[in-house]
């Protein structure tokens, strides 16, 4: 018998009936998240204003200490960890946590998932803290998962994934070619046998690359949070991504063509009808692939903020003339960054 489709069987691990059952879970808790999140009061709007005194002569820093006052998901932050993809930035910069070097750090450093409220030892850095040397607050999470904790004032830098943080943290983005890429796109579709995953090791398969399909639908719907799951469709495993928002890939310059949105149909039925005529459809399906020619996709791990950070930290003049803390940090990385009734269109 020949190849029968797991859009059409009713057999597969990977069928559109569990995609249905997948995304309708996630409308559900859409919905939950916007009950609970009209219940909280809003918050003042000023996220940013400066107050930093730059009192001190301006002086360049070549070696740069960073101050990791926190652990990371109670891990130790290192710097053979966390500058690893970044070896050059280690002959200048390292990350320590030994708490008697805070007095000589370019920057203190805070992970938000470890950052535990007010205790005595961060009230005792805040009042210690000098001209220069900026507390950096650091996240991987969405606001959906990780709500920011430090109190007004506390904070100079962000490094998150957000495009707009003072040190940007990626999961992945894209690069356009210099020169357009020779791409064998008969080859892809002769190398795709099945339709769609979104867990591989749900389907029991090693191989990855032979879904046409990879469903990259995020835990939430906020700002430029786009993570390793879409990035490593794209380029791992050689799929056309679905995901569940246009707005936050295009916002981060994705080309339309390289993905599939489900909110851009009406209904349910129509997504599931389309995907099935790109399945199908070999000219269509490759249209989608089209943009490898002149694009490549970076993948990052969330990481790749410390080699920046590091960088950054060099120029400590011009960190002395650009003082700037959050007096809402709280704020810029709210749930007003989010917006999670996008999948009530599908109930």
């Known amino acids: 018998m020949g190849y029968k489709s797991p859009l059409q069987s009713g057999n597969s691990m990977c069928t559109w009936r569990y995609l249905g059952r997948f995304v309708t879970l996630g409308v559900y808790a859409a919905v939950a998240l916007f009950l609970w999140y009209t219940l909280v009061p809003t918050r003042s709007k000023e996220p940013i204003s400066a107050n930093l005194d730059a009192s001190a002569a301006p002086v360049i820093t070549k070696n740069v200490v960073i101050y990791a006052a926190t652990k990371f998901f109670g891990h130790p932050i290192t710097t053979e960890r966390f500058l690893a993809t970044c070896p050059d930035v280690q002959n200048y910069c390292r990350i320590t946590q030994d708490e008697s070097e805070f007095d000589n750090a ?63 943290a990626p999961y992945g983005t894209m690069i356009k070619r210099h020169k357009a890429l020779d791409v064998n796109l008969h080859a892809l579709w002769n190398s795709k046998s099945k339709s769609a995953t979104w867990l591989a090791s749900n389907c029991f398969t090693q191989n990855k690359r032979p879904y046409k399909f990879y469903l990259s639908i995020e835990n939430s719907n906020c700002k430029d949070y786009v993570t390793e799951k879409f990035w490593k469709a ?114």
């Open 106 to 168: 370019d920057a203190v450093l805070f992970h938000n998932a470890d950052y535990h409220g007010q205790n005595e030892k961060f009230k005792s850095m805040k009042n210690q803290r000098k001209p220069g040397v900026p507390f950096v607050l650091w996240s991987l999470e969405s606001p959906s998962n990780d709500n920011f904790r430090p109190e007004t004032h506390m904070i100079n830098w962000t490094m998150t994934y957000r495009t707009d943080a003072d040190i940007w």
């Open 234 to 347: 794209l380029n791992d495993r050689v799929t056309i991504p679905i995901v569940l928002a246009r707005k936050y890939y295009k916002d981060l310059g994705v080309p339309d063509s390289a993905y599939i949105a489900i909110d851009d149909y009406a209904t349910f039925d129509e997504f599931v009808a389309h995907v099935k005529r790109v399945e199908k459809d070999k000219d269509l399906y490759l249209s989608y692939h089209e943009w490898r020619k002149d694009w490549k996709v970076i993948i990052g791990s969330g990481f790749s903020g410390w080699c920046t950070l590091c960088d950054k930290l060099q120029d400590k003049e011009y960190i002395l003339k650009h003082p700037k803390s959050y007096k809402d940090v709280a704020w810029w990385h709210s749930f007003e960054m989010c917006n999670n009734q996008i999948a009530n269109k599908f109930l």
